[in-house]
């Protein structure tokens, strides 16, 4: 069973920034991997995805601020989440995408309020 570790996560005051981190348990070199988002009341949201060989896709709501990379060595993503609003406030949760194959992580709460 893949496991996912998300990390990174905390407060953060609108107009800050926070770095998220995932690692995968193994490779990732053939999967689309993604980031997630759910906030309480909502239905979990693919906010961002890099292909291996670095095409990326953002959501409406996060183009321009939110910043997704990958190591196919380390087996890690990474979110660089800048600009952050209190509509960014939700768990965040690596896996493939578009469509998630591996068992969900934890996630890591990521709070933005002043």
């Known amino acids: 069973q893949v496991q996912l570790e998300e990390s990174g996560g905390g407060l953060a005051q609108p107009g800050g920034s926070l770095r998220l981190s995932c690692i995968v348990s193994?490779?990732?070199?053939?999967?689309?991997m993604g980031w997630y988002r759910q906030a309480p009341g909502n239905q979990r949201e693919l906010v961002a995805r890099?292909?291996?060989?670095?095409?990326?896709n953002y959501g409406d709501s996060v183009k321009g601020r939110f910043s997704i990379y990958r190591d196919n060595v380390k087996n890690t993503v990474d979110l660089q989440m800048n600009s952050l609003s209190p509509k960014d406030t939700a768990v965040y949760y690596c896996?493939?995408?578009?469509?998630?194959?591996?068992?969900w992580g934890q996630g890591t709460q990521v709070t933005v309020s002043a």
């Open positions: 896996d493939t995408a578009p469509k998630p194959v591996f068992t």
């Open positions: 890099r292909t291996s060989s670095g095409i990326t």
């Open positions: 193994r490779n990732i070199n053939d999967y689309i």
